[in-house]
């Protein structure tokens, strides 16, 4: 009988745990949200991460990010080495600060 006391305390604590968190609310709001729905989603699990912040970005859609990001890397690279020859090459147009006071 003791050992049923214990476990009810534990699972007392837990809950005044989850509520002091505001687990509960979020949760019972999102399950209340999906209650409410007139058309169901066909993955109430995608639902509920999705109306919890929990869902991150769609696999493809993070593939996507990664080829564009390498290609924008990439793209700055080429831009970079570019800057970097056209100022080598009006050094070589402009007079130097020495030659311009002199004048």
């Known amino acids: 009988m003791a050992h049923y006391r214990a476990s009810d305390s534990k699972r007392e604590q837990f809950r005044r745990y989850l509520e002091k968190s505001g687990v509960l609310y979020s949760l019972t709001s999102v399950l209340v949200t999906l209650y ?3 058309d169901k989603p066909n993955n109430a699990l995608d639902f509920i991460k999705l109306h919890l912040g929990a869902a991150g970005p769609e ?45």
């Open 59 to 103: 696999p493809a859609d993070t593939d996507a990010l990664r080829v564009e990001l390498a290609e924008l890397q990439q793209k700055c690279t080429l831009l970079l080495e570019e800057n970097k020859e056209l100022r080598n090459r009006l050094l070589q147009y402009e007079p130097s600060p020495e030659e311009g006071a002199a004048e």
């Open 36 to 38: 409410e729905e007139t």
